[in-house]
């Protein structure tokens, strides 16, 4: 009958969200179909209000300040089947069919760009930023499947093989997310996007944003079903020992707990106590006690007195030597500016010797070395950087800087400024 009960009651509860986001979108219904053709939401003709509530309700997707409100993948997919627009109508078969169609809207886009067709590729890079996030927004429906699955069927589990069971089915889902996430290949998306800004951005940057909070609600996920079968072993267990005492009492009716206070040998486990400490106070109405009251009260008066004067001494001798520390730092600040403007200077004299269009470029580094500074390189180069970018405009096209760079690691696509060199050519301000 509990079952029973309990089974009405969450039916019940996804009768009524479901009829209330329908009647959300049959409310919403001109604002919806002008999104799917658009491709976004006019924030400007709907109330804040209501915005709010179609995100909550997952009606609409943003997934940060920065980007446009768009329809969730499941409710473009649900307009396509409904009005047969089968150029926006997919059949979900899988992460690598979608891998696909991101490669050949990139050719198509591609190509589109070679033939001077700007139509053509504000379509296709709509279809890449469409095939991307339905590609992502497909592991955050599974993520939040596995959330609502965790929350609602998991917890009303009642026995230890439906919960391992349960468990299983759990962990299967997350494994086949992380095959699915595997299957992305960023270097290949890195090569795909070369040269455009808005590729770079929207197959690089964001989409990787986007699969590492995946990979964090994941691990998340995890954590979670760990903790669940970890608590429901400890309710299981104590239920267990209430079960066994309630046998043990139904076969000895008779049976009564003695008292532990009478007998003369107290389990340990019992004879635990916790000292208990006498409290004290003052009793300033009893005149008797004032003559050995007053010296202890100006003894603390003094103590106070004194600890307040060294604690001022103190606070003044830190704030000379913050200060004395802050001027040290300030007139080394200065000397670093001075040297890396001298370097800029050699660079132009440098130049001058060498007839302007045979000077060689002059590294950073060889600069700090033959000069015997003592700045540490990378605060060396930081420096240079930073002189060269707080330059004028005009001042700056009269210098030519080379980087020299190298990437962190062959797993990572980071790349490290190793070296610095600048050539003076006084040709370019004409």
Same mark, same amino acid.
């Given at each position: 009958?509990?079952?029973?009960?309990?089974?009405?009651?969450?039916?019940?509860?996804?009768?009524?969200?479901?009829?209330?986001?329908?009647?959300?979108?049959?409310?919403?219904?001109?604002?919806?179909? %002008?999104?799917?053709?658009?491709?976004?939401?006019?924030?400007?003709?709907?109330?804040?209000?209501?915005?709010?509530?179609?995100?909550?309700?997952?009606?609409?997707?943003?997934?940060?300040?920065?980007?446009?409100?768009?329809?969730?993948?499941?409710?473009?997919?649900?307009?396509?089947?409904?009005?047969?627009?089968?150029?926006?109508?997919?059949?979900?078969?899988?992460?690598?069919?979608?891998?696909?169609?991101?490669?050949?809207?990139?050719?198509?886009?591609?190509?589109?760009?070679?033939?001077?067709?700007?139509?053509?590729?504000?379509?296709?890079?709509?279809?890449?930023?469409?095939?991307?996030?339905?590609?992502?927004?497909?592991?955050?429906?599974?993520?939040?499947?596995?959330?609502?699955?965790?929350?609602?069927?998991?917890?009303?589990?009642?026995?230890?093989?439906?919960?391992?069971?349960?468990?299983?089915?759990?962990?299967?889902?997350?494994?086949?997310?992380?095959?699915?996430?595997?299957?992305?290949?960023?270097?290949?998306?890195?090569?795909?996007?070369?040269?455009?800004?808005?590729?770079?951005?929207?197959?690089?940057?964001?989409?990787?944003? %986007?699969?590492?909070?995946?990979?964090?609600?994941?691990?998340?996920?995890?954590?979670?079903?760990?903790?669940?079968?970890?608590?429901?072993?400890? %309710?299981?267990?104590?239920?267990?020992?209430?079960?066994?005492?309630?046998?043990?009492?139904?076969?000895?009716?008779?049976?009564?707990?003695?008292?532990?206070?009478?007998?003369?040998?107290?389990?340990?486990?019992?004879?635990?106590?916790?000292?208990?400490?006498?409290?004290?106070?003052?009793?300033?109405?009893?005149?008797?006690?004032?003559?050995?009251?007053?010296?202890?009260?100006?003894?603390?008066?003094?103590?106070?007195?004194?600890?307040?004067?060294?604690?001022?001494?103190?606070?003044?001798?830190?704030?000379?030597?913050?200060?004395?520390?802050?001027?040290?730092?300030?007139?080394?600040?200065?000397?670093?500016?001075?040297?890396?403007?001298?370097?800029?200077?050699?660079?132009?004299?440098?130049?001058?010797?060498?007839?302007?269009?045979?000077?060689?470029?002059?590294?950073?580094?060889?600069?700090?070395?033959?000069?015997?500074?003592?700045?540490?390189?990378?605060?060396?180069?930081?420096?240079?950087?930073?002189?060269?970018?707080?330059?004028?405009?005009?001042?700056?096209?009269?210098?030519?800087?080379?980087? %020299?760079?190298?990437?962190?690691?062959?797993?990572?696509?980071?790349?490290?400024?190793?070296?610095?060199?600048?050539?003076?050519?006084?040709?370019?301000?004409?």
């Amino acid at each position: 009958m509990a079952g029973q009960e309990r089974e009405s009651q969450l039916l019940s509860s996804l009768f009524e969200v479901g009829a209330e986001r329908l009647k959300l979108i049959g409310d919403h219904a001109k604002l919806l179909m %002008q999104g799917y053709l658009r491709g976004s939401i006019d924030v400007a003709a709907v109330s804040e209000r209501s915005l709010k509530r179609l995100i909550a309700a997952r009606i609409l997707y943003q997934p940060d300040a920065s980007t446009e409100v768009k329809l969730r993948h499941p409710v473009t997919q649900l307009v396509a089947a409904l009005v047969t627009d089968e150029s926006r109508r997919q059949i979900d078969a899988g992460v690598a069919d979608k891998l696909v169609a991101i490669r050949g809207y990139v050719e198509g886009m591609r190509e589109a760009q070679r033939m001077g067709d700007g139509v053509r590729v504000d379509s296709q890079m709509l279809r890449i930023e469409e095939a991307v996030y339905d590609l992502t927004s497909q592991f955050e429906e599974a993520i939040f499947s596995l959330w609502h699955r965790l929350n609602s069927n998991f917890g009303f589990v009642s026995n230890l093989s439906d919960k391992i069971r349960e468990n299983g089915r759990a962990q299967q889902q997350i494994k086949r997310l992380i095959e699915g996430l595997s299957l992305i290949d960023f270097d290949e998306f890195i090569e795909l996007a070369e040269g455009h800004p808005g590729l770079r951005k929207l197959l690089v940057s964001r989409l990787q944003q %986007q699969i590492n909070t995946h990979h964090g609600s994941l691990l998340e996920v995890q954590k979670r079903l760990v903790e669940l079968m970890t608590r429901f072993r400890e %309710q299981q267990e104590r239920s267990l020992l209430v079960v066994n005492m309630a046998g043990f009492l139904r076969e000895h009716p008779s049976f009564a707990i003695g008292d532990y206070s009478y007998r003369t040998q107290v389990p340990r486990l019992v004879n635990h106590a916790a000292p208990v400490l006498a409290s004290a106070g003052v009793a300033l109405d009893k005149r008797e006690q004032q003559p050995a009251l007053v010296p202890l009260i100006h003894s603390l008066y003094k103590e106070l007195a004194l600890k307040a004067k060294v604690d001022t001494a103190s606070s003044n001798s830190n704030s000379i030597e913050v200060n004395a520390k802050q001027q040290a730092v300030e007139a080394r600040q200065q000397q670093l500016k001075e040297d890396a403007m001298q370097y800029f200077i050699a660079v132009c004299e440098r130049a001058q010797d060498t007839q302007a269009h045979d000077a060689e470029p002059l590294s950073a580094l060889d600069y700090l070395q033959q000069q015997q500074l003592s700045w540490p390189p990378e605060v060396w180069l930081f420096q240079v950087l930073g002189e060269y970018n707080g330059l004028p405009r005009h001042e700056q096209q009269l210098f030519q800087l080379y980087r %020299q760079e190298q990437p962190a690691s062959r797993f990572n696509h980071l790349y490290l400024i190793a070296d610095i060199a600048v050539r003076y050519q006084p040709h370019a301000a004409a």
